[in-house]
């Protein structure tokens, strides 16, 4: 009797230890005095997980989902272990699982520079320290707070590990003490510094990379003497005052915002629209700053830094003396001169850099020679001399031992320039970025050997004849050793990209550039020219139509295209236009779309292109269409999408005059690819909102647009006439007067009687457009308000604003990147 009863129990247990690991409930984020963990294989809460990690948690917050854990943590040979923060998944019973994917992610840790082995141990003592003691005992790292009346300790919902005292005041916090990671709530203050790893294996402290605020801004730089910048937003030209506090804020959005409270003064370096799901921000130990996110699966989200400066211009691109261009690494070679002075490191690795064949001695400077690399960067660049020759330069590095490089960067053709004379080299870059702003040279400082010169030397002269046939002979093998090596390597990423291809589950049709060429005939019937590409008619074998786009400029981006395509692809709503497949082979990166019989909105709303117009319930249908595919993008996608472009000629309608958005999505796809160029002010002047001169924008530009072309419905004009009298080209100031007189009615669209006739819900439909029109964009309808209220289901706000902001195409700044210019707020806070 009592062993049936307990028996389905037992089955439970059994069955269940499969996926859960601990066994019993636990959450359990805080701990009193007198408390002691030892880090033993017993110990409870142990997991190890596929990836090779094992955790020993001791303090577990929150149940369900990705939560933070603190305790014991070694990743790969377990031989040492660091106490650590790291993030771990949780089910809803507070256990600890263990997902294939998904494994603990290290966002803190105490004693990264002294891990400690089996066997050690974590006290909380009865005086308030919490220390860390090795299995021998000796001391690997204490909070240093014996005497601080410390109550006890704390995991915090956010991350934070918390000493607090009696009056519940938090003495010590590990938020005030960074590794190379931030989580969403964490600040990074003047005074504080994330510093990257050694490698993704070695994560003792000494990486070369560091992030920090300082007093000239937020900079990352090589940890060389001196440092080495290369990346900052200087302070000053966020124009802030100085000594203010300012914050690198991973929170739904990573800001880079000051502490004060004038918003107006805070800028957002990077925003991403999803904060549904943990995040982190790691400073990796190949200097990029990169941000991840749990989506059932860790994910890069972001490369932050990249944007702004390219691939190149990392300090180990290519290594120390690697020059690298266009993502290939090479080594520094003298024009003129067949010695070789740097060899790679690694054949197989070029990325891992180049050494000097001689090392550099300061007691036979007399035999330092430069190599002459013309058009060749630096990722930094200190000016030493200002306004000065390049021979200057160069005797002033040949005078200073420390100097490892002249670095020459002149106005186009100038022979003045600056000058700088690093002690350190780390990359070199091709000079393809800045090559029409500025010209640049590199002498590399490299060591003679006088000896083994004049005997080559010798040599060659005694054996001209023979030597120059032998040297022909063995340059041309090397040459096609060289091109075989190449033309495999390109071989090879071309695979690799193609595999890729084929394996991406769950994406629409890939097709090949000749499959589109003939369904095309040869891209002849073009639709239409749009902001991203040309479009195309055409018709695939089995008779679908087809449109065809053709992306331009984003030829050599391959895994963020398909990123891209697949999230497109993935998007099903009857109001957008299904993508139905891509191609990307080459350079060439297509979509096809759905054909859309009746073309654009274009075509039907304005009065004098068609002898036939449309009826208001077409037209009210159209409408509602336009801002349910709008509501779907805002509110329903798994990531937010921004349309960016919202405007007739991107409104298509199918035979049935079913409307559609085009184009959705794409404004994502380029921005991820043309870096920061990319993010300033897009989309058509008359459809953007006011917001966009102030840099900060939201989904509700897209609003914006929408309400413009709601008026344009409406009315049966364009939001510009220029065929009108003055004061009645511009359709919003038009609006604005007859609001104000109380007679919207004159605006509806004179060329139908069937419009006249639903005067009452077209003027209905004009105040949701007002609506839509706020200056002030907290003010404007979300797209699903809109569709609620176009049903009647909520009315239009009471309080609207008529005196909507006429825009000036004259008033639209011209932004466009580059190192040296301010980083205006708009490229900041551009869409991503
Ligand atoms: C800490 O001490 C308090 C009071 O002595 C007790 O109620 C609580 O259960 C203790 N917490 C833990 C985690 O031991
Ligand atoms: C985890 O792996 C270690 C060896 O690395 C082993 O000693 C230990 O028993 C394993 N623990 C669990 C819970 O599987
Ligand atoms: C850890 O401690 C246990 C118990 O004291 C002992 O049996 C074990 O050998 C120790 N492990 C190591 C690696 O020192
Ligand atoms: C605690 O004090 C020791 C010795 O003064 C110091 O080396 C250590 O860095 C301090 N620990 C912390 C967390 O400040
Ligand atoms: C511990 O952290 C949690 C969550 O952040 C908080 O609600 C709680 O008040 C904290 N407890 C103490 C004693 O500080
Ligand atoms: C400290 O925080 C705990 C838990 O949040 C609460 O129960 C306690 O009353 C607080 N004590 C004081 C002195 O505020
Ligand atoms: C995140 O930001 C919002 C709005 O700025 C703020 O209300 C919230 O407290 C922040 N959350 C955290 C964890 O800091
Ligand atoms: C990690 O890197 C440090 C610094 O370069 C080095 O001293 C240490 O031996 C390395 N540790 C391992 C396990 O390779
Ligand atoms: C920055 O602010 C100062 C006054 O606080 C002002 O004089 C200066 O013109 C501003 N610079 C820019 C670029 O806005
Ligand atoms: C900003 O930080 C500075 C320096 O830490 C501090 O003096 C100032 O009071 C802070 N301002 C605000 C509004 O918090
Ligand atoms: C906020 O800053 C802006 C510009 O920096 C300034 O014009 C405005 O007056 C400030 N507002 C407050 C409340 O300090
Ligand atoms: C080229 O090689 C010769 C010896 O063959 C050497 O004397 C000369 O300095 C070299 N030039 C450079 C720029 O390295």
Same mark, same amino acid.
């Given at each position: 009797?009592?062993?049936?009863q307990?028996?389905p129990?037992?089955?439970?247990i059994?069955?269940?230890?499969?996926?859960?690991?601990?066994?019993?409930?636990?959450d359990?984020?805080?701990a009193?005095?007198?408390?002691?963990?030892?880090?033993?294989?017993?110990?409870?809460?142990?997991?190890?997980?596929?990836?090779?990690?094992?955790?020993?948690?001791?303090?577990l917050?929150?149940?369900?989902?990705? #939560?933070?854990?603190?305790?014991?943590?070694c990743?790969?040979?377990?031989?040492?272990?660091?106490?650590?923060?790291?993030?771990?998944?949780?089910?809803?019973a507070?256990?600890?699982?263990?997902?294939?994917?998904?494994?603990?992610q290290?966002v803190?840790s105490?004693?990264r520079?002294?891990?400690?082995?089996?066997?050690?141990?974590l006290?909380?003592?009865?005086?308030?320290?919490?220390?860390?003691?090795?299995?021998?005992?000796?001391?690997?790292w204490?909070?240093?707070?014996?005497? !601080?009346?410390?109550?006890?300790?704390?995991?915090?919902? =956010?991350?934070n590990l918390v000493l607090?005292?009696s !009056?519940?005041?938090t003495?010590w916090?590990?938020?005030?003490?960074?590794?190379d990671?931030?989580?969403?709530?964490?600040?990074?203050v003047?005074?504080?510094?994330?510093?990257?790893?050694?490698?993704?294996?070695n994560?003792?402290?000494?990486?070369?990379?560091?992030?920090?605020?300082?007093?000239?801004?937020?900079?990352a730089?090589?940890?060389?003497?001196?440092?080495?910048?290369?990346?900052?937003?200087?302070?000053?030209r966020?124009?802030?005052s100085?000594?203010?506090?300012?914050?690198?804020y991973?929170n739904?959005?990573?800001?880079?915002?000051?502490?004060?409270?004038?918003?107006?003064?805070?800028q957002?370096l /990077?925003?991403f629209?999803?904060?549904t799901?943990?995040?982190?921000?790691r400073?990796?130990?190949?200097?990029?700053?990169? @941000?991840?996110?749990?989506?059932?699966g860790?994910?890069?989200?972001?490369?932050?830094l990249?944007g702004?400066?390219?691939?190149?211009?990392?300090?180990m691109?290519?290594?120390?003396?690697?020059?690298?261009?266009?993502?290939?690494?090479?080594?520094?070679?003298?024009?003129?001169?067949?010695?070789?002075?740097?060899?790679?490191?690694?054949?197989?690795?070029?990325?891992?850099?180049?050494?000097e064949?001689?090392?550099?001695?300061?007691n036979?400077?007399?035999?330092?020679?430069?190599?002459?690399?013309?058009? /060749?960067?630096?990722?930094?660049?200190?000016?030493?001399?200002?306004?000065?020759?390049?021979?200057?330069?160069?005797?002033a590095?040949?005078?200073?031992?420390?100097?490892?490089?002249a670095l020459?960067?002149?106005?186009l053709?100038?022979?003045?320039?600056?000058?700088?004379l690093?002690?350190e080299?780390?990359?070199?870059?091709?000079?393809?970025?800045d090559?029409?702003?500025?010209?640049?040279?590199?002498?590399?400082?490299?060591?003679v =050997?006088?000896?083994?010169?004049?005997?080559?030397?010798?040599?060659?002269?005694?054996?001209?004849?023979?030597?120059?046939?032998?040297?022909?002979?063995?340059?041309?093998?090397?040459?096609?050793?060289?091109?075989?090596?190449?033309?495999? !390597?390109?071989?090879k990423a071309?695979e690799? +990209?193609?595999?890729?291809?084929?394996h991406?589950?769950?994406?629409?049709?890939r097709f090949?550039?000749?499959?589109?060429?003939?369904?095309? +005939?040869?891209?002849?019937?073009?639709?239409?020219?749009?902001?991203?590409g040309?479009v195309?008619?055409?018709?695939?074998?089995?008779?679908?139509?087809?449109? /065809?786009?053709?992306?331009?400029?984003?030829?050599?981006?391959?895994?963020?295209?398909?990123?891209? /395509?697949?999230t497109?692809?993935?998007?099903h709503? @009857?109001n957008?236009?299904?993508?139905i497949?891509?191609?990307?082979?080459?350079?060439?990166?297509?979509?096809?779309?759905?054909?859309?019989?009746?073309?654009?909105?274009?075509?039907?709303?304005?009065?004098g292109?068609?002898?036939?117009t449309?009826d208001?319930?077409?037209?009210?249908?159209?409408i509602?269409?336009?801002?349910?595919?709008?509501?779907y993008?805002?509110?329903?996608?798994?990531?937010k999408?921004?349309?960016?472009?919202i405007?007739?000629?991107?409104?298509?309608?199918? +035979?049935?005059?079913?409307? #559609?958005?085009?184009?959705?999505?794409?404004?994502?796809?380029?921005?991820?690819?043309?870096?920061?160029?990319m993010?300033q %002010?897009?989309?058509?002047?008359?459809?953007l909102a006011?917001?966009?001169?102030?840099?900060?924008?939201?989904?509700?530009?897209?609003?914006?647009?929408?309400g413009?072309?709601?008026?344009?419905?409406?009315?049966?004009?364009?939001?510009?006439?220029?065929?009108?009298?003055?004061?009645?080209q511009?359709?919003v100031?038009l609006f604005?007067? !007859?609001?104000?007189e109380?007679?919207?009615?004159?605006?509806?669209?004179?060329?139908?009687?069937?419009?006249?006739?639903? #005067?009452?819900?077209?003027? #209905?439909?004009?105040?949701?457009?007002?609506w839509?029109?706020?200056?002030?964009?907290?003010?404007?309808?979300s %797209?699903s308000?809109?569709?609620k209220?176009? +049903?009647g289901?909520?009315?239009?706000?009471k309080?609207?604003?008529?005196s909507?902001?006429?825009?000036t195409?004259?008033?639209?700044?011209?932004?466009?990147?580059?190192?040296?210019?301010?980083?205006?707020?708009s490229?900041l806070?551009?869409?991503?």
């Amino acid at each position: 009797m009592a062993l049936s009863q307990f028996l389905p129990f037992f089955f439970f247990i059994l069955s269940c230890s499969f996926h859960l690991i601990t066994s019993q409930p636990y959450d359990y984020p805080s701990a009193n005095l007198s408390t002691t963990w030892i880090n033993s294989v017993s110990a409870d809460h142990s997991v190890n997980f596929t990836d090779g990690s094992t955790i020993r948690a001791i303090l577990l917050r929150g149940t369900f989902g990705p #939560k933070y854990a603190c305790g014991f943590y070694c990743n790969g040979n377990c031989d040492t272990y660091l106490f650590a923060i790291f993030i771990v998944q949780t089910n809803s019973a507070s256990r600890i699982t263990l997902p294939a994917i998904g494994f603990p992610q290290v966002v803190w840790s105490a004693n990264r520079n002294k891990p400690v082995r089996i066997n050690s141990t974590l006290e909380l003592t009865a005086q308030g320290d919490l220390v860390l003691r090795d299995a021998d005992g000796t001391l690997a790292w204490s909070t240093n707070t014996t005497g !601080k009346s410390i109550a006890g300790l704390n995991l915090t919902d =956010e991350g934070n590990l918390v000493l607090f005292d009696s !009056k519940n005041a938090t003495v010590w916090q590990s938020f005030h003490h960074p590794t190379d990671a931030l989580v969403p709530g964490q600040r990074l203050v003047p005074g504080m510094k994330l510093t990257a790893s050694v490698s993704t294996t070695n994560w003792t402290e000494r990486g070369l990379f560091s992030l920090s605020f300082t007093d000239d801004g937020f900079v990352a730089l090589v940890e060389s003497n001196p440092p080495q910048t290369y990346f900052d937003v200087t302070i000053g030209r966020l124009n802030a005052s100085r000594g203010s506090n300012y914050v690198v804020y991973l929170n739904g959005s990573l800001a880079l915002l000051s502490n004060s409270s004038n918003s107006s003064n805070s800028q957002t370096l /990077v925003s991403f629209s999803l904060a549904t799901s943990a995040q982190y921000m790691r400073l990796e130990s190949d200097g990029h700053l990169k @941000v991840y996110e749990w989506q059932s699966g860790w994910t890069e989200m972001d490369d932050l830094l990249t944007g702004f400066n390219g691939e190149c211009y990392y300090p180990m691109a290519c290594g120390r003396y690697g020059i690298c261009s266009r993502g290939q690494c090479s080594c520094p070679k003298s024009s003129s001169n067949s010695t070789t002075y740097f060899r790679q490191i690694d054949d197989r690795q070029g990325n891992l850099g180049c050494s000097e064949v001689t090392r550099l001695t300061c007691n036979a400077s007399s035999n330092h020679r430069f190599l002459d690399l013309q058009d /060749v960067d630096y990722f930094t660049f200190t000016t030493d001399i200002r306004n000065t020759s390049m021979n200057t330069c160069k005797d002033a590095c040949l005078r200073n031992c420390s100097c490892k490089a002249a670095l020459f960067r002149s106005g186009l053709n100038s022979s003045t320039g600056d000058c700088y004379l690093p002690s350190e080299i780390f990359s070199l870059a091709n000079n393809e970025k800045d090559k029409t702003r500025y010209d640049s040279h590199a002498f590399i400082k490299v060591q003679v =050997e006088p000896e083994i010169a004049a005997a080559k030397e010798k040599r060659r002269v005694n054996g001209a004849i023979l030597g120059s046939v032998i040297g022909v002979s063995i340059l041309g093998i090397i040459v096609g050793i060289a091109v075989f090596i190449f033309w495999k !390597k390109k071989r090879k990423a071309n695979e690799d +990209e193609e595999d890729y291809l084929d394996h991406v589950p769950g994406m629409p049709t890939r097709f090949s550039y000749d499959d589109l060429k003939a369904a095309t +005939e040869n891209f002849t019937k073009k639709l239409g020219q749009g902001g991203f590409g040309s479009v195309f008619e055409g018709c695939l074998a089995d008779g679908t139509k087809i449109a /065809v786009k053709c992306l331009d400029g984003i030829g050599q981006v391959k895994a963020s295209f398909l990123a891209e /395509v697949e999230t497109i692809g993935s998007i099903h709503h @009857v109001n957008l236009v299904q993508l139905i497949g891509f191609c990307a082979e080459k350079s060439h990166r297509l979509l096809v779309y759905e054909c859309m019989s009746n073309g654009s909105l274009e075509k039907w709303i304005y009065h004098g292109k068609q002898e036939q117009t449309l009826d208001w319930n077409c037209r009210r249908k159209i409408i509602q269409d336009i801002a349910k595919g709008l509501a779907y993008l805002h509110e329903e996608c798994r990531q937010k999408i921004l349309h960016l472009d919202i405007k007739p000629p991107n409104i298509l309608l199918d +035979e049935k005059y079913n409307a #559609k958005l085009a184009d959705f999505g794409l404004s994502k796809l380029i921005d991820r690819n043309q870096s920061q160029v990319m993010t300033q %002010m897009r989309g058509t002047p008359g459809y953007l909102a006011p917001e966009w001169l102030s840099g900060v924008i939201t989904e509700k530009v897209d609003v914006y647009s929408f309400g413009i072309v709601l008026l344009e419905i409406l009315s049966g004009r364009r939001h510009f006439e220029a065929s009108e009298s003055e004061d009645q080209q511009v359709m919003v100031n038009l609006f604005r007067r !007859k609001a104000e007189e109380g007679k919207l009615v004159d605006l509806i669209d004179k060329h139908s009687e069937d419009m006249q006739f639903y #005067k009452e819900e077209v003027v #209905k439909a004009m105040q949701i457009a007002a609506w839509c029109l706020q200056s002030d964009f907290t003010k404007r309808p979300s %797209m699903s308000m809109v569709v609620k209220a176009m +049903e009647g289901v909520i009315d239009v706000d009471k309080d609207l604003d008529y005196s909507f902001r006429p825009q000036t195409v004259s008033a639209i700044p011209y932004i466009s990147f580059a190192d040296s210019t301010p980083l205006l707020p708009s490229i900041l806070s551009g869409p991503r």
